[in-house]
């Protein structure tokens, strides 16, 4: 490795992009990962072969416009993980994350970042933090996640405590320790293959293995926002190193207008975006590509013609309960099938009826 690769402060993306679209998330990661960031950077894009050479060009044309190195890494996923049930609801981009200590070979420290970020801070800044003899320096998961999906019998059984339960979208991976001690891809497909259901996949695989081996870094570097929560404070957008935009809604696909004019002001900084009709052509097809596929009304007709009777059943319930019931009706339907998914793991231990 070269003197530059070494002082270099090495970033990572996940990335598979079947429809074309999400490259452009990246993209504006990338960016305000390198406005607030004066330090030599080299950006590692963990993909597979659905990056189309457009993509490939605007990301490389916004790295480059920086000064920052950019490096892909081809990853190839067995077939039977793309299936996992899990997955079907993320991205199989999401699988990626384990593979970074193994193709950043000999490199010693890693950040990872999400597509759905703001970095709003000078990177080199998360490195601050001592890992010791730790495998990652991570921020743990916000209380309603912990609360409502982690403080199960699942999640007990599998050894997690709730109240160390991590989110992966923003870690500090310290690649040399994890290389010493184990082969992350191997151990943890194996563990994805043993339990296909996991709900969060390898979020899950990664607070099983790194169990007891993370340092706690300021939550302020993984600034968990929820666009659909009632007390979303806009004050917030401008005071974190990190904005994870974690929830169901993203800033590209929110009706909040703040949230829109401070996502896209970064991603006027892109390749993506060199006039004006580049705007207005990303934010109309990312309008009518939202709206048509997730819009209450919508929704109801696309599922009603392909009779998926639990998405109908959901939004149904939407209609007629207040937030609150709604809420824990959901809560209690995912116990149940908790329950069934532990029945799966310990045969004839776990019943169905008993008390969470």
């Known amino acids: 490795m070269s003197n530059s690769q070494n002082n270099a402060i090495h ?27 004066q330090e030599h950077i080299i950006i590692h894009i963990l993909c597979d072969n659905s990056i189309s050479k457009e993509n490939i060009d605007k990301i490389n044309q916004t790295a480059e416009y920086y000064g920052a190195e950019i490096i892909y890494h081809k990853i190839n996923i067995p077939e ?7 997955i079907k609801y993320i991205s199989i981009g999401t699988l990626f994350r384990l593979f970074i200590p193994k193709v950043c070979d000999n490199i010693e420290k890693v950040v990872y970042l999400d597509a759905d970020i703001l970095v709003q801070c000078d990177i ?27 403080d199960t019998k699942l999640y007990r059984k599998l050894g997690v405590n709730k109240d160390l339960y991590f989110n992966a979208g923003v870690m500090v991976f310290n690649c040399a320790f994890i290389r010493k001690d184990m082969d992350l891809v191997d151990q943890g497909l194996k563990l994805l293959k043993e339990m296909p259901f996991l709900p969060f996949a390898d979020q899950d695989v990664l607070n099983i293995l790194f169990k007891g081996k993370v340092a706690q870094i300021d939550a302020a570097y993984n600034y968990q926002i929820d666009l659909m929560a009632p007390d979303f404070n806009l004050n917030s957008l401008n005071e974190r190193a990190i904005l994870h935009f974690s929830g169901y809604l993203k800033p590209w696909n929110c009706a909040n207008i703040q949230v829109i004019r401070h996502y896209y002001a970064v991603m006027s900084y892109t390749a993506y975006i060199n006039t004006v009709s580049d705007m ?38 939407y209609l007629i309960l207040s937030g609150r019931f709604y809420n824990d009706t959901l809560r209690n339907l995912w116990l149940i099938r908790e329950r069934i998914r532990l029945n799966y793991i310990y045969p004839g231990k776990i019943g169905v009826n008993h008390s969470n």
């Open 11 to 37: 970033v990572a993306f996940g990335l598979s992009d079947e429809s074309g679209q999400y490259s452009k998330y990246v993209a504006t990661a990338i960016a305000s990962l390198l406005l607030h960031t």
């Open 80 to 86: 039977q993980f793309k299936n996992f049930e899990s």
């Open 124 to 150: 080199s800044t998360i490195l601050q933090f001592d890992l010791n003899n730790r495998y990652a320096g991570v921020v743990q998961d916000v209380f309603k996640t912990r609360r409502d999906y982690i």
């Open 280 to 317: 207005n052509m990303v934010m109309s097809t990312i309008s009518h590509d939202f709206h048509t596929r997730y819009d209450l009304k919508h929704t109801l007709m696309y599922v009603t013609e392909r009779k998926n009777k639990i998405t109908s059943i959901l939004c149904f319930l």
